[in-house]
């Protein structure tokens, strides 16, 4: 395990805070290391990130992935499945649809990088603009 040093990131979009956004870090250079390093935003937008569990990041320069879904009908969907019964839960229409661009999803694509050295202490990125992209949902 590398040494990792505690970090908060800020995450915007459009300038404004984006609550329960899911965010990874991936090594720039994927020689460097494939720990799991991340975390998800609060209702401010600020996430501590944390490697395979442990508190903090390592030093290294990376690709910054982001990921936030909303949903309709989830929870009556889950609700009937719960309840054991199968019929209902056909019965429910379920949406879903994607927050963030694509191209934030993918550490090949993502024009997010960040750089983390022993004394940073915090760092911003934006999500892009808001977008409504509609995932098919398979239950």
Not at 20 to 47: C, E, F, K, M, Q
Not at 76 to 103: M, T
Request: with cysteine; aromatic share 6%.
């Amino acid at each position: 395990m590398p040494k990792l040093y505690p970090v908060l990131i800020t995450v915007t979009q459009e300038g404004k805070p984006l609550a329960d956004a899911g965010v990874s870090l991936r090594y720039a250079d994927s020689s460097a290391g494939t720990w799991a390093i991340g975390g998800v935003t609060n209702a401010t937008g600020i996430v501590k990130l944390h490697t395979n569990g442990f508190p903090g990041a390592p030093e290294g320069k990376f690709k910054v992935v982001l990921t936030k879904q909303d949903n309709e009908g989830m929870a009556e969907y889950e609700a009937a499945g719960a309840q054991g019964d199968a019929a209902a839960a056909r019965r429910v229409k379920v949406k879903i649809w994607s927050c963030i661009k694509e191209e934030y999803n993918d550490p090949s694509k993502t024009p997010l990088a960040v750089e983390i050295t022993a004394s940073t202490k915090t760092l911003e990125v934006d999500a892009g603009p808001v977008v409504k992209i509609e995932i098919p949902f398979v239950p």
